[in-house]
């Protein structure tokens, strides 16, 4: 393992797979403990033995992100076993690619909750450990679709536009109390994300789209920003993109 984040405690949600996963074994490697949350148990445990036969350090808290008290539990457990909170991450995310007028109130309420109240929750819970350490990096994991609106798309369109503007009131709102804010944005990543509601399994093998490293070593780097520089936005996409 490197060290570029030697000491410093990073909280990561949505853990157990893509995007998260990802960016868990990219900050590891860099000597960052971890507490990593999500609700798959057995995923959670196999990557914290991942990281800890590497000569890492992980604790993990299982809960729906949803629910303010995983929030909670997550900052405490932080705290608790390290003393710090250096680094948020919020991850977690739902898509349901669908018509405006085929989207029930339901899915609406799904993708708000997991994608928006999820990032309030953590980021309100872990600033005043920032606040009080007078330093953190926060990052929202957007996506493309929080820059452009895109057709049959528009609910998940706006929870991502949502992070993005939450991301840039608090870069001016915590920044003089030393805590850097910034959004990553990128497009389609093979995931399992959005599975059976609006994609496939082979769709996303046999796509172009980016790789869930691509974005990881985009959040490292935003990570490890010297202390006078921020990353406050951006923006991802394949080289396969068409360039019509």
């Known amino acids: 393992m490197a060290n570029k984040l030697q000491d410093k405690v990073a909280l990561i949600t949505g853990a157990s797979a893509g995007i998260g996963r990802?960016?868990?074994?990219?900050?590891?490697?860099?000597?960052?403990?971890?507490?990593?949350?999500?609700?798959?148990?057995?995923?959670?445990e196999a990557l914290k033995k991942e990281i800890e036969a590497l000569g890492g350090k992980a604790v993990i808290v299982i809960g729906d992100v949803?629910?303010?008290?995983?929030?909670?539990?997550?900052?405490?457990?932080?705290?608790?076993?390290?003393?710090?909170?250096?680094?948020?991450?919020?991850?977690?995310?739902?898509?349901?690619?669908?018509?405006?007028?085929?989207?029930?109130?339901?899915?609406?309420?799904?993708?708000?909750?997991v994608n928006v109240r999820s990032t309030f929750l953590f980021t309100r819970h872990v600033v005043p450990v920032m606040q009080r350490q007078k330093s953190g990096t926060i990052l929202m994991i957007s996506s493309m679709a929080g820059v452009y609106g895109f057709g049959g798309e528009a609910?998940?369109?706006?929870?991502?536009?949502?992070?993005?503007?939450?991301?840039?009131?608090?870069?001016?709102?915590?920044?003089?109390?030393?805590?850097?804010?910034g959004a990553i944005c990128p497009g389609g990543v093979k995931t399992e994300f959005a599975i059976?509601?609006?994609?496939?399994?082979?769709?996303v093998d046999q796509s172009a789209m980016l790789d869930p490293e691509d974005v990881a070593g985009v959040v490292l780097m935003a990570c490890t920003q010297s202390p006078q520089s921020?990353?406050?936005?951006?923006?991802?996409?394949?080289?396969?993109?068409?360039l019509a």
């Open 22 to 44: 990802a960016s868990a074994r990219a900050l590891a490697g860099e000597g960052a403990r971890l507490v990593l949350t999500a609700r798959r148990k057995d995923r959670l």
């Open 230 to 242: 921020r990353i406050i936005e951006v923006q991802m996409r394949t080289m396969a993109e068409s």
């Open 155 to 181: 609910v998940y369109c706006m929870t991502k536009f949502a992070q993005v503007g939450f991301a840039q009131a608090l870069d001016r709102e915590l920044r003089e109390h030393g805590i850097k804010v």
């Open 66 to 113: 949803r629910e303010e008290s995983t929030a909670i539990k997550a900052v405490e457990a932080a705290t608790r076993e390290f003393g710090r909170l250096d680094i948020l991450i919020n991850n977690t995310g739902v898509g349901n690619y669908k018509k405006l007028v085929d989207t029930s109130a339901e899915e609406y309420d799904e993708m708000i909750d």
């Open 196 to 203: 059976g509601k609006g994609r496939t399994q082979v769709g």
